[in-house]
């Protein structure tokens, strides 16, 4: 299950996605994000996910990846549609027997939510799938950079924020090696009680806390030995400019907005 968490990986490529600027995709996400939330009809919604799937297939990452990265989080998608279908009472009556009661609002809330929270899961993957970690670290940079008029450390800001996601991987991979390694000494982490499972995830938790302090001290130690000492005076390989792609791509994400508010009042 682990080796299935694919958040924060970067899958190399050339397609129009992967060509676009790293800060229109940041903001082409931020704007995707609000475009799931905007609507509160299907149609909306649908709007939405046309929207991610195209841009999914535009950058072609295959959809098993995709598929992946949706795979760990079925218990939560499972738990906040259960949520809904049992504790939402509009609606008609579609079964009911002693306290269970399932309506027409509450099994449509359940599968609006469902579908928000997957196509948040997909936007925001996509966007570290075809973003590589420097190119996002720019990103957030350049675009917070307003913030250094108030003295915000925006370069501090937008180097750890990609660290953490660029060690996310890092982490899951360290975690199933622990696991693999605590089992095959004959631990039981599957079986037993809720307490019993919490127990057995102490062997694990420690070498991980200690493999963690370790990688951020090497990685602290690395970068005073390169004379890192922040943003001040820094250069880049690699400047951002804007093309004509970048801006018809702000236009059809404005386009898919302006329809997902039509299509939600409309219909």
């Known amino acids: 299950m682990l080796k299935d968490i694919t958040i924060g990986q970067f899958f190399p490529g050339n397609s129009v996605v992967h060509r676009?600027?790293?800060?229109?995709?940041?903001?082409?996400?931020?704007?995707?994000?609000?475009?799931?939330?905007?609507?509160?009809?299907?149609?909306?919604?649908?709007?939405?996910?046309v929207f991610v799937l195209g841009a999914f297939l535009l950058s072609r990452i295959p959809f098993k990846m995709m598929l992946k990265s949706l795979k760990p989080l079925i218990p939560i998608l499972l738990f906040t549609g259960i949520l809904n279908l049992f504790f939402i009472s509009t609606g008609d009556v579609l079964f009911e027997w002693k306290l269970i009661k399932i309506t027409t609002g509450g099994a449509t809330t359940a599968a609006f939510m469902i579908i928000r929270i997957i196509g948040l899961i997909i936007g925001?993957?996509?966007?570290?799938?075809?973003?590589?970690?420097?190119a996002l670290t720019d990103a957030i940079e350049r675009l917070l950079s307003p913030l250094k008029k108030i003295k915000l450390p925006v370069h501090e800001l937008a180097m750890m924020m990609t660290i953490a996601l660029r060690f996310i991987p890092t982490l899951i991979e360290e975690t199933d090696k622990i696991m693999s390694a605590q089992k095959a000494r004959g631990a039981d982490l599957e079986t037993g009680s809720l307490i019993q499972r919490a127990k057995a995830l102490v062997p694990i938790l420690i070498p991980l806390f200690v493999s963690?302090?370790?990688?951020?001290?090497?990685?602290?130690?690395?970068?005073?030995?390169?004379?890192?000492?922040?943003?001040?005076?820094?250069?880049?390989?690699?400047?951002?400019?804007?093309a004509p792609r970048d801006y018809i791509a702000l236009f059809v994400t404005a386009g898919f907005i302006a329809l997902t508010v039509l299509a939600d009042k409309m219909l």
């Open 212 to 242: 963690s302090f370790r990688r951020a001290e090497d990685l602290a130690l690395a970068m005073e030995c390169r004379c890192y000492h922040g943003g001040e005076g820094r250069t880049r390989l690699k400047q951002l400019k804007t």
């Open 124 to 134: 925001s993957s996509l966007l570290t799938y075809t973003t590589s970690p420097i």
């Open 20 to 49: 676009l600027d790293s800060r229109v995709k940041i903001i082409i996400t931020i704007a995707f994000i609000v475009m799931l939330f905007l609507p509160n009809s299907f149609y909306g919604l649908g709007i939405g996910m």
